[in-house]
């Protein structure tokens, strides 16, 4: 059963960096894209970045060019997210999620359900 396990969340001042975690198990991890998530409170949740299965090909959201970085790990099953020059926008409960063959161009809304994510809030 395909199962992920994000950590790494924590509270952090505005500029400050965290390094997000996303580990997974029941699945053959090196045929998936594996995507990264955000929720903030009484907002829908966003795609954040992606990293296809063989780590050549990662995209961003906008809001996060240039401060986040996304990698991969295949030996050990898990992907990282970087986050750095942190913003109070950036607060939010972080998942990922994996999906085969999508391109990294699946949305939220394709996934059926959700780990429980790990908190990241930005703060002085």
């Known amino acids: 059963q395909l199962q992920l396990v994000e950590s790494g969340g924590g509270l952090v001042q505005p500029g400050g960096s965290l390094r997000l975690s996303c580990a997974a198990s029941?699945?053959?991890?090196?045929?998936?894209?594996i995507y990264w998530f955000r929720q903030a409170p009484g907002k829908e949740r966003e795609g954040v970045s992606c990293?296809?299965?063989?780590?050549?090909?990662?995209n961003y959201a906008d809001s996060v060019k240039g401060r986040f970085t996304i990698s991969r790990v295949n030996a050990k099953n898990t992907v990282y997210l970087q986050m750095n020059s942190l913003k109070p926008e950036d607060t939010a409960v972080y998942y990922c999620?994996?999906?085969?063959?999508?391109?990294?161009?699946?949305?939220?809304?394709?996934?059926?359900?959700w780990g429980r994510g790990t908190q990241v809030t930005v703060s002085s």
């Open positions: 999620a994996a999906s085969m063959f999508s391109d990294c161009k699946s949305r939220s809304t394709d996934f059926g359900s």
């Open positions: 990293i296809s299965s063989n780590g050549g090909r990662t």
């Open positions: 029941g699945f053959t991890f090196d045929y998936y894209d």
